[in-house]
């Protein structure tokens, strides 16, 4: 059985792997709870190859390396990530640190005080024919 006192040992894989066990338990979806994780394990890959192993040393300048790295990082397609795709990584994160500050497994959430890039407004992917412009704009007279 785990303490509370041993909370600071527990590793950021163990108490992601704890979170999806919590979204589980709470009605989750199984496409969420993937989603988090394909966010989230490069997130404690990173970490640990830079010997950040536990919550507790995951500070506001950690993660905002982090989001340097996220804004420099090239897909497999040669394209960098969107605002967008940024924001839900780091979103992501926010939503974890949050849970574990709440179960008492840090004593501040650090990722609270992350500036998130700026949302991307977006036009809608479908646009009318003109044609269809035209009908919609003559059904407006009747």
């Not at 536990?54 to 390396?65: C, K, M, N």
């Not at 960098?80 to 949050?98: C, K």
């Not at 992350?114 to 992917?125: G, H, T, Y």
Request: include cysteine.
């Amino acid at each position: 059985m785990i303490t509370s006192h041993d909370n600071t040992l527990i590793t950021l894989r163990q108490q992601l792997e704890a979170w999806f066990d919590t979204l589980l338990a709470q009605g989750r979806a199984d496409r969420t709870r993937e989603t988090y994780r394909s966010y989230l394990l490069p997130f404690i890959d990173w970490c640990e190859q830079r010997t950040v192993r536990y919550p507790a040393q995951v500070t506001l300048v950690l993660l905002e390396s982090w989001q340097r790295y996220l804004r420099a990082y090239r897909k497999a397609d040669g394209q960098p990530y969107g605002n967008n795709g940024q924001r839900e990584r780091l979103i992501a994160l926010r939503l974890w640190f949050r849970w574990l500050l709440q179960r008492h497994h840090i004593l501040y959430n650090p990722a609270e005080q992350m500036v998130l890039p700026k949302e991307e407004k977006r036009l809608p992917a479908q646009i009318l024919s003109e044609r269809e412009t035209t009908q919609v704009l003559e059904s407006l007279d009747d």
